[in-house]
T-cell receptor, first 113, second 114 residues
Framework: GAVVSQHPSRVICKSGTSVKIECRSL??????MFWYRQFPKKSLMLMAT?????????EQGVEKDKFLINHASLTLSTLTVTSAHPEDSSFYIC?????????FGPGTRLLVL | AQSVAQPEDQVNVAEGNPLTVKCTYS??????LFWYVQYPNRGLQFLLK??????LVKGSYGFEAEFNKSQTSFHLKKPSALVSDSALYFC????????????FGGGTRLMVKP
């Protein structure tokens, strides 16, 4: 299947700092990528749809100014958590679509102290 | 609107026995249905999908799923469970005629005991 990578896999930061998470499609181009958040023992919550060359589409209740998304190329989307707070601690997962199937990255565990 | 229900939070099965993880869906257009598996602290791995064609779909690691239009179900099955199958399983649906957005079920934890 298609390969999607994420970096970093784990990050710990202080409250008030910003954290950037990268999502790459390694063997295919993706005009659309998705960012999800997953709480412990819960399902995935779609945060936003990242569109190459245009603005991201955010789901209701997701602050666009806090979760900045940039899809600068057909293989890279970034999610920046700005001024992170402890309640932003979570597991963030990206995905990209290839041939009608979404393939997911391995996830990034964010811990904000 | 589209939705997915996984009625069981957890399924327990003995190794070697058949397993079934249930999924029902609701979608206004043509359903595109997916199963994913998640191991601890990992992303989701694609198992199988139904878009069109045969109702019985075979996927990775010996898993299969049957699309039942009348019952709006897409249950995941495996004839003989392995301890290594223990993980969190997600069913997902999207409307085939309306973009890429997937809707996930709440997940079912499969526990296979030796």
């Amino acid at each position: 299947g298609a390969v999607v990578s994420q970096h970093p896999s784990r990050v710990i930061c202080k409250s008030g700092t910003s954290v950037k998470i990268e999502c790459r499609s390694l063997d295919f181009q993706a005009t659309t990528m998705f960012w999800y958040r997953q709480f412990p023992k819960k399902s995935l919550m779609l945060m936003a749809t990242s569109n190459e060359g245009s603005k991201a589409t955010y789901e209701q209740g997701v602050e666009k100014d806090k979760f900045l998304i940039n899809h600068a190329s057909l293989t890279l989307s970034t999610l920046t958590v700005t001024s992170a707070h402890p309640e932003d601690s979570s597991f963030y997962i990206c995905s990209a679509t290839r041939q009608e199937t979404q393939y997911f990255g391995p996830g990034t565990r964010l811990l904000v102290l | 609107a589209q939705s997915v229900a996984q009625p069981e939070d957890q399924v327990n099965v003995a190794e070697g026995n058949p397993l079934t993880v249930k999924c029902t869906y609701s979608v206004s257009g043509n359903p595109y249905l997916f199963w994913y598996v998640q191991y601890p602290n990992r992303g989701l791995q694609f198992l199988l999908k139904y878009i069109t064609g045969d109702n019985l779909v075979k996927g990775s690691y010996g898993f299969e799923a049957e699309f039942n239009k009348s019952q709006t179900s897409f249950h995941l099955k495996k004839p003989s469970a392995l301890v290594s199958d223990s993980a969190l399983y997600f069913c997902a649906v999207r409307d085939g005629g309306a973009g890429n957005m997937l809707t996930f079920g709440g997940g079912t934890r499969l526990m296979v005991k030796p």
